[in-house]
């Protein structure tokens, strides 16, 4: 699974417009695909914002997903665009958009097809084999699917339960195991009635019934009992995991060492080079160099994805893909200072 954020440049954006009529205006959180293009205003031309990159694509790599809060909702000439905000907490994802140093928060716009389908109520189910299946709200569903960390595991949920939006509420973290089982790699085993494979897997608890094994399974949001052949589950067996440390963050551009200072103080508000939408607002008075005549007074941001559950089983780049971001204000707003 290969990570990157990558920036690409504008050519003009259009106005921003009313609300759609086609659609109902979201609230809540949503779930925006991680190989989406979140753009910095509401126009496909514009410069965007890519997260990651989906080896498999959306459909086997269910769960990749980044939590966001809705902000607005906008149409135009170049489609439905939904205005959204990075969340505080990683609600029943596995990562979130880092705020960048500096700046209040990010807000982007996603098209609304790039939000992946929801568990909007609890869900729970359990099947006469002993295993079951224990779903929050929060958590991204597709095709009959949902992703336990890396692995894909089948559950059909009514329609009624699944939606786009929905309200964000307190997640307990996963409980790091204390007896150890290990799932095989591969290994064919049943949820609900239905055959899948699933491993490698480290498991908190399992018992043996019979010729299988119930083995118990936990990520964000969500815990199920699964049925395995017994020989394929080992007690005091824990998959190695060494991470590296994530990338350290880039610090602000260098500033050339001149007779005076040209800063961008706290409070102002900050948009693409081109555009108008606010994008994020100045937390600190930020140095920059000085702009060309008539230009914009610019600096760059590192935007990275925040991850503090590297250690939990699912396969991510263990170093932070690490890049800049342009946002822009009015020469006329910056502040000239000798030093």
Not at 27 to 35: I, K, R, Y
Not at 119 to 139: E, M, P, R, Y
Not at 141 to 152: A, Q
Request: with cysteine.
């Amino acid at each position: 699974m290969k990570w990157s954020i990558c920036i690409v440049a504008a050519l003009s954006v259009p106005a921003r417009a009313e609300v759609t009529a086609k659609e109902p205006a979201l609230t809540g959180n949503v779930l925006v695909w991680a190989d989406a293009q979140l753009y910095l205003d509401p126009s496909t031309s514009g410069p965007y914002v890519k997260v990651g990159v989906l080896d498999l694509g959306r459909d086997k790599d269910v769960g990749y997903v980044v939590p966001m809060k809705v902000v607005s909702t906008v149409s135009n000439t170049s489609g439905d665009f939904i205005e959204v905000e990075s969340t505080a907490d990683t609600e029943c994802a596995w990562w979130r958009l880092a705020k960048p140093e500096g700046l209040d928060t990010v807000r982007l716009f996603v098209k609304r097809e790039d939000l992946a389908p929801v568990l909007t109520k609890d869900f729970k189910a359990k099947h006469k084999d002993g295993t079951s299946i224990s779903l929050q709200a929060g958590v991204a569903v597709l095709g009959d699917k949902v992703g336990f960390n890396r692995g894909v595991v089948p559950v059909t949920i009514p329609a009624a339960s699944i939606g786009i939006a929905y309200t964000p509420h307190k997640i307990a973290p996963v409980p790091k195991p204390v007896k150890k089982f290990l799932l095989d790699e591969a290994t064919d085993v049943k949820v609900l009635g239905v055959d899948f494979k699933l491993g490698p897997w480290v498991a908190a608890a399992a018992t043996v019934k019979g010729k299988r094994s119930m083995v118990s399974i936990a990520a964000r949001c969500m815990s199920a009992v699964i049925s395995a052949p017994k020989e394929r589950v080992h007690k005091g067996v824990a998959i190695n995991q060494e991470l590296a440390a994530g990338a350290a963050a880039a610090s602000r551009a260098v500033v050339g060492n001149t007779s005076e200072r040209y800063i961008l103080p706290a409070g102002t508000k900050l948009t693409s080079e081109k555009g108008s939408h606010v994008v994020a607002t100045l937390e600190t008075d930020r140095e920059i160099n000085k702009p060309k005549a008539g230009a914009r007074a610019c600096s760059e941001f590192v935007i990275t994805k925040d991850d503090p559950y590297v250690d939990s089983h699912h396969t991510v780049d263990a170093s932070q893909p690490v890049r800049t971001l342009k946002l822009c204000a009015e020469a006329s707003a910056m502040k000239t200072e000798r030093k």
